[in-house]
């Protein structure tokens, strides 16, 4: 009895328990579908993830689609699932997830599996979150670590799971995984890491990457490539063992040594974007002007009018003609002197942290390179760069330098052991050569339409990104010449048209205020220069004069049409000194000017972006819509004006100040003018074709003199042409057009119809020898009251009669 009541006993407390433990199960299973309906309708919709709008960085390419620039916190590549590599996605899911296209969101075997191995190692030695959970977590969820946060996390891989394909979830995971270094995406890791697309990736390099996600800051190959490996490996195993790879290739893989990009190694993707560094500030400036700071994740692209060819002949033209200049003047002395105790090339540690701190002081700049003297003579210079690169100079590597090599002069002049100095090689031979202090300026652009195809706005952009070909406002000099001739055609002047070429001079009474005596250059006169050769040789007084025929309200309109500013050119009282060029301007708009005479009268507005691109849907966002030439409605100058200054130019270009271009370039479509200010402060060059203007600029951005000897045409004048050799290549020649309607050519000399054979012009300042060279008969002797007089006869502006 005792053994039937025990017996008893044990079963009702069975029976209790399991009863208990049923009604557990119900209460559990009541509370969770309690919570389910509770979570699931508070679960965030998945727009984020259906409608896929990751940060992606803001890019500008060239015309030809090389990347200049991207700018944004996240380095991203998004790529749709079918531009994703198998090798990568195979990897992926053998390193993370290799039941993904079976499991509804949560692997419950992969999850038995975590728990039993974490129980037997005493420790978490395994995780079960699948892609799914993971893609929940990157998009919606904290890293908090709750229970609650675990069960939201569940709930809304199951919502992920119901409205997303496999394909869709994988391909959200692969862009948007964080993997170190500012790395969003396997697109953009691979960038980082190896410096290629992801779809030129290899086994071994992809099993590298799929390990990353595990631990980006641990497992990355920069933090530490050992670890890394072994990560690999165990990825190459698992896709042996799931079939991805065959054992061949997984040897072959295991081999594989893994080659990580060098951040400061150049390759040409690195150095074209360094070369377009003020294109692409520009470009951004632009569209942050329209987006403001919304523009740096927004995944836009932008393409830009560049060409990548010629940017690169540009930046290399503006680099020479300034390292030219640059030898043509005075060593000025190393960069810095800095104290080399004795006898720390010894110390290679304590060396290489010294070099390195002088390098960081005084930086590269391209292909100047910065050293340490170790010691110098008169006939020896040793320098180091690293402990590893050290330079023996002599011969004619020291050429630039003598004087600096010895006792006599200023002792910052010379060069001893520590002097801080720049090497560069020229001709396959180092050659110690000082860090440039004027700058440069280069701009190209298409005059049928205004697209600017090289822009360098100076020297080296990381010393500053001041952008002179936008930025720099400039006296133009000569190069302003031409508009004030362009605008005497319009009052009656004509090429043949007589002009004093003697000193001109102003009183004080006359300027009301200092008295004005201008010089021609080289204090070079004649008695009197015809219009056409006075613009050849740049003749200042035939300039003056024909600005003064003009009159100040006509030439401040009329210079208003090519896109100057009136109000930076000089004021009324001091209006005859434009004609010197004695306004502002920047080189951007001096190639917005010579575009109207090269493409027949039309203002063209120069632009650099061509179209933005939405990278996130393809679609074309912005587009330029550019003025022609061609459409009257941009017609700025009469085509009669733009085909006499486009002969007058071809003029200059063929046996002006300008000839050399034709003899170097041997084509008969180019004109051009040079330009140098008072004492040479600026020089300049603007020259173009019917299809091609480019202006080039040197100078000191706090001006001062270039030199008594440097002009226009032997400072600026060579980077035009280093530039247009190559540009002009594969441009046909274009020849002269017709001759325009109202147009008559007489001899060598034009006249357009208002202004006729015998009425007009024959002479300007010059007194009983002037005549015109057509006429039938003498013009006659002609005063200044008398020109006066003719001239007011025909000025539709009225007023009192021009006095010389």
């Given at each position: 009895?005792?053994?039937?009541?025990?017996?008893?006993?044990?079963?009702?407390?069975?029976?209790?328990?399991?009863?208990?433990?049923?009604?557990?199960?119900?209460?559990?299973?009541?509370?969770?579908?309690?919570?389910?309906?509770?979570?699931?309708?508070?679960?965030?919709?998945?727009?984020?993830?259906?409608?896929?709008?990751p940060?992606?960085p803001?890019?500008?390419?060239?015309?030809d689609?090389?990347?200049?620039?991207?700018?944004?916190?996240?380095?991203?590549?998004?790529l749709?699932?079918?531009?994703?590599?198998?090798?990568?996605?195979?990897?992926?899911?053998?390193?993370?997830?290799?039941?993904?296209?079976n499991?509804?969101?949560?692997?419950?075997?992969?999850?038995?599996?975590?728990?039993?191995?974490?129980?037997?190692?005493?420790?978490?030695?395994?995780?079960?979150?699948?892609?799914?959970?993971?893609?929940?977590?990157?998009?919606?969820?904290?890293?908090?670590?709750?229970?609650?946060?675990?069960?939201?996390?569940?709930?809304?891989?199951?919502?992920?799971?119901?409205?997303?394909?496999?394909?869709?979830?994988?391909?959200?995971?692969?862009?948007?995984?964080?993997?170190?270094?500012?790395?969003?995406?396997?697109?953009?890791?691979?960038?980082?890491?190896y410096?290629?697309?992801?779809?030129?990736?290899?086994?071994?390099?992809?099993?590298?990457?799929?390990?990353?996600?595990?631990?980006?800051?641990?497992?990355?190959?920069r933090?530490?490539?050992?670890?890394?490996?072994?990560?690999?490996?165990?990825?190459?195993?698992?896709?042996?063992?799931?079939?991805?790879i065959?054992?061949?290739?997984?040897?072959?893989?295991?081999?594989?040594?893994?080659?990580?990009?060098?951040?400061?190694?150049?390759?040409?993707?690195?150095?074209?974007?360094?070369?377009?560094?003020?294109?692409?500030?520009?470009?951004?400036?632009?569209?942050?002007?329209?987006?403001?700071?919304?523009?740096?994740?927004?995944?836009?692209?932008v393409?830009?009018?560049?060409?990548?060819?010629?940017?690169?002949?540009?930046?290399?033209?503006?680099?020479d003609?300034?390292m030219?200049?640059?030898?043509?003047?005075?060593?000025?002395?190393?960069?810095?002197?800095?104290?080399?105790?004795?006898?720390?090339?010894?110390?290679?540690?304590?060396?290489?942290?010294?070099?390195?701190?002088?390098?960081?002081?005084?930086?590269?700049?391209?292909?100047?390179?910065?050293?340490?003297?170790?010691?110098?003579?008169?006939?020896?210079?040793?320098?180091?760069?690293?402990?590893?690169?050290?330079?023996?100079?002599?011969?004619k590597?020291?050429?630039?330098?003598?004087?600096?090599?010895?006792?006599?002069?200023?002792?910052?002049?010379?060069?001893?052991?520590?002097?801080?100095?720049?090497?560069?090689?020229?001709?396959?031979?180092?050659?110690?050569?000082?860090?440039?202090?004027?700058?440069?300026?280069?701009?190209?652009?298409?005059p049928?339409?205004?697209?600017?195809e090289?822009?360098?706005?100076?020297?080296?952009?990381?010393?500053?990104?001041?952008?002179?070909?936008?930025q720099?406002?400039?006296?133009?000099?000569?190069?302003?010449?031409?508009?004030?001739?362009?605008?005497?055609?319009?009052?009656?002047?004509?090429?043949?048209?007589?002009i004093?070429?003697?000193?001109?001079?102003?009183?004080?009474?006359?300027?009301?205020?200092?008295?004005?005596?201008?010089?021609?250059?080289?204090?070079?006169?004649?008695?009197?220069?015809?219009?056409?050769?006075?613009?050849?040789?740049?003749?200042?007084?035939?300039?003056?004069?024909?600005?003064?025929?003009?009159?100040?309200?006509?030439?401040?309109?009329?210079?208003?049409?090519?896109?100057?500013?009136?109000?930076?050119?000089?004021?009324?009282?001091?209006?005859?000194?434009?004609?010197?060029?004695?306004?502002?301007?920047?080189?951007?708009?001096?190639?917005?000017?010579?575009?109207?005479?090269?493409?027949?009268?039309y203002?063209?507005?120069?632009?650099?972006?061509?179209?933005?691109?939405?990278?996130?849907?393809?679609?074309?966002?912005?587009?330029?819509?550019?003025?022609?030439?061609?459409?009257?409605?941009?017609?700025?100058?009469?085509?009669?004006?733009?085909?006499?200054?486009?002969?007058?130019?071809?003029?200059?270009?063929?046996?002006?100040?300008?000839?050399r271009?034709?003899?170097?370039?041997?084509?008969?479509?180019?004109?051009?003018?040079?330009?140098?200010?008072?004492?040479?402060?600026?020089?300049?060059?603007?020259?173009?074709?019917?299809?091609?203007?480019?202006?080039?600029?040197?100078?000191?951005?706090?001006?001062?003199?270039?030199?008594?000897?440097?002009?226009?045409?032997?400072?600026?004048?060579?980077i035009?042409?280093?530039?247009?050799?190559?540009?002009?290549?594969?441009v046909?020649?274009?020849?002269?057009?017709?001759?325009?309607?109202?147009?008559?050519?007489?001899?060598?000399n034009?006249?357009?119809?208002?202004?006729?054979l015998?009425?007009?012009?024959?002479?300007?300042?010059?007194?009983?020898?002037g005549?015109?060279?057509?006429?039938?008969?003498?013009?006659?002797?002609?005063?200044?009251?008398?020109?006066?007089?003719?001239?007011?006869?025909?000025?539709?502006?009225?007023?009192?009669?021009?006095r010389?």
């Open positions: 009895m005792q053994r039937s009541s025990a017996g008893s006993r044990i079963g009702r407390f069975l029976f209790q328990s399991i009863i208990f433990c049923i009604g557990l199960g119900l209460c559990g299973l009541l509370l969770g579908t309690l919570a389910v309906a509770l979570t699931w309708p508070n679960l965030p919709d998945l727009k984020a993830m259906t409608d896929y709008r940060r992606v803001l890019r500008v390419y060239t015309a689609k090389i990347l200049l620039a991207e700018y944004g916190e996240e380095r991203r590549n998004v749709r699932f079918n531009e994703i590599p198998d090798v990568m996605k195979h990897a992926l899911l053998a390193a993370e997830d290799d039941n993904f296209y499991h509804g969101g949560v692997d419950w075997s992969g999850v038995g599996r975590a728990v039993i191995a974490n129980v037997v190692s005493g420790a978490k030695a395994q995780g079960a979150s699948t892609i799914t959970m993971q893609v929940a977590r990157n998009f919606y969820l904290s890293s908090e670590k709750s229970f609650i946060r675990k069960f939201y996390e569940l709930m809304l891989t199951y919502k992920i799971e119901q409205n997303l394909s496999k394909d869709q979830i994988l391909e959200l995971y692969l862009n948007q995984i964080y993997l170190g270094h500012r790395s969003y995406g396997f697109a953009a890791a691979s960038r980082t890491y410096g290629k697309p992801l779809s030129e990736v290899s086994i071994a390099e992809a099993a590298l990457l799929a390990g990353i996600p595990k631990a980006p800051s641990r497992f990355n190959p933090a530490n490539l050992k670890r890394a490996v072994a990560r690999q490996h165990y990825v190459l195993d698992r896709m042996e063992k799931l079939g991805y065959t054992p061949e290739q997984h040897q072959e893989a295991l081999a594989q040594k893994i080659v990580l990009r060098d951040n400061t190694q150049e390759t040409p993707e690195t150095t074209f974007a360094r070369h377009g560094q003020y294109v692409a500030e520009l470009a951004r400036q632009l569209m942050y002007n329209v987006y403001k700071d919304n523009v740096y994740g927004r995944g836009l692209s393409y830009t009018t560049i060409r990548s060819q010629d940017q690169e002949v540009a930046y290399h033209a503006v680099r003609g300034i030219s200049y640059t030898r043509r003047k005075p060593y000025p002395g190393p960069a810095a002197q800095v104290d080399l105790p004795a006898g720390i090339e010894n110390n290679t540690e304590r060396f290489d942290l010294a070099l390195e701190e002088i390098r960081n002081k005084y930086r590269d700049s391209d292909d100047l390179v910065t050293a340490v003297v170790l010691s110098a003579s008169a006939s020896k210079v040793v320098a180091a760069r690293t402990p590893e690169q050290i330079y023996e100079l002599s011969g590597s020291l050429g630039y330098v003598k004087r600096a090599l010895t006792n006599s002069g200023p002792t910052s002049r010379r060069i001893q052991r520590g002097s801080v100095i720049y090497l560069q090689k020229v001709d396959n031979t180092w050659t110690i050569i000082n860090m440039p202090t004027v700058e440069g300026a280069f701009i190209s652009l298409n049928q339409n205004g697209a600017i090289s822009m360098i706005g100076g020297f080296d952009f990381n010393r500053g990104d001041f952008n002179r070909v936008t720099a406002w400039r006296q133009p000099g000569s190069t302003f010449k031409p508009f004030v001739y362009a605008a005497g055609l319009e009052r009656g002047v004509t090429p043949g048209t007589n004093s070429d003697q000193p001109f001079h102003l009183s004080a009474a006359q300027t009301r205020s200092k008295p004005w005596s201008p010089k021609n250059y080289g204090n070079s006169y004649s008695y009197s220069q015809t219009m056409r050769q006075g613009l050849y040789k740049s003749k200042n007084m035939v300039s003056i004069r024909i600005l003064q025929t003009v009159g100040p309200e006509f030439a401040s309109e009329f210079i208003s049409r090519f896109g100057f500013d009136p109000a930076r050119q000089p004021p009324k009282s001091a209006y005859l000194t434009m004609a010197l060029g004695a306004g502002s301007v920047t080189p951007l708009q001096m190639a917005s000017a010579y575009s109207v005479f090269a493409n027949g009268g203002r063209v507005n120069p632009y650099i972006i061509d179209s933005v691109v939405d990278i996130s849907t393809g679609r074309v966002i912005m587009k330029a819509q550019p003025a022609m030439a061609g459409d009257e409605a941009n017609r700025v100058l009469d085509p009669r004006t733009a085909y006499v200054m486009n002969d007058l130019l071809r003029g200059v270009a063929k046996s002006g100040t300008a000839a271009t034709q003899a170097t370039l041997k084509r008969g479509d180019i004109g051009g003018k040079t330009g140098t200010t008072n004492q040479s402060y600026d020089a300049w060059f603007a020259g173009f074709t019917p299809k091609l203007v480019g202006i080039s600029w040197l100078g000191f951005d706090q001006p001062k003199s270039l030199g008594d000897k440097e002009t226009g045409g032997g400072a600026a004048m060579p035009w042409l280093s530039y247009m050799q190559t540009a002009l290549k594969k046909p020649v274009t020849p002269p057009g017709p001759i325009p309607e109202g147009l008559a050519k007489v001899g060598d034009f006249y357009f119809s208002e202004f006729p015998g009425k007009a012009l024959a002479n300007i300042g010059v007194s009983g020898a005549r015109d060279p057509n006429a039938a008969k003498p013009a006659g002797s002609q005063s200044g009251d008398a020109i006066g007089k003719a001239l007011e006869s025909f000025n539709p502006m009225g007023g009192p009669p021009i010389f």
